[in-house]
């Protein structure tokens, strides 16, 4: 059964090694204890953790501002894999959007991440535009998606 913990000041120093090792383990440019300790301090930025019993098997990180939702980070442990703890997360994010009245989500993935643009693509979201050689580490390029869920413009 899993569940989502929403990750704070509070719970923050009982979660971070599990979410750093599970980031180090998705990302060639890992964030670091501190990035994620911005993201907490940061009222823009939510942390949610999925929860299966006791330990932490992966994360979303999202911001809401000016009426929209912006998708910054999410990984899964490699050993929780492929059993929908992503589509989970995603799913929770975007039904967030609904309650709130949100009606745009937009994220920026690797090109070469298939994984999770199939999943995003799952959830309805398009390829709205290219980044070129976006991330500094391989030179890759930057996929721009949006989901909207009501009309209107999205400002990136
Ligand atoms: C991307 C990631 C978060 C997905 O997590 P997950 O919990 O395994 O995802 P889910 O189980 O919800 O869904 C995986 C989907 O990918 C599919 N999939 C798995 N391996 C695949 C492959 N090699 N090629 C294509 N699709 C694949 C699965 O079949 C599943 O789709 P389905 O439900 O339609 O069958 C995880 O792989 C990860 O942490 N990757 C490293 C970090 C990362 O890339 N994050 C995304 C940044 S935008």
């Known amino acids: 059964m899993s569940s989502l913990a929403v990750i704070s000041q509070g719970n923050y120093a009982l979660h971070i090694a599990d979410i750093l090792e599970i ?3 998705s990302f060639p440019t890992p964030w670091s204890y501190e990035s994620f300790l911005e993201e907490i301090r ?3 930025s939510h ?5 299966e019993d006791e330990s932490l098997s992966g994360y979303a990180c999202f911001w809401i501002f000016h009426s929209e939702i912006q998708i910054i980070n999410i990984a899964v442990h490699p050993s929780k894999r492929n059993r929908g703890l992503a589509q989970f997360l995603v799913d929770n994010i975007v ?3 609904t309650f ?5 989500l ?8 298939h994984i999770a ?3 995003y693509e799952k959830f309805g979201f398009r390829e709205i535009h290219r980044r070129r050689h976006y991330y500094r580490d391989t030179r890759e390029d930057a996929i ?13």
């Open 144 to 156: 721009v998606m949006s989901l909207m869920l009501f009309e209107r413009r999205i400002a990136i």
């Open 95 to 97: 039904k967030t959007a």
């Open 117 to 119: 643009k199939r999943i």
């Open 100 to 104: 709130n009245g949100i009606g745009a």
């Open 23 to 25: 980031e180090n383990l």
């Open 47 to 51: 942390l949610w953790g999925i929860m």
């Open 42 to 44: 940061n009222p823009v």
């Open 106 to 113: 937009w994220l920026e993935v690797r090109e070469s991440n």
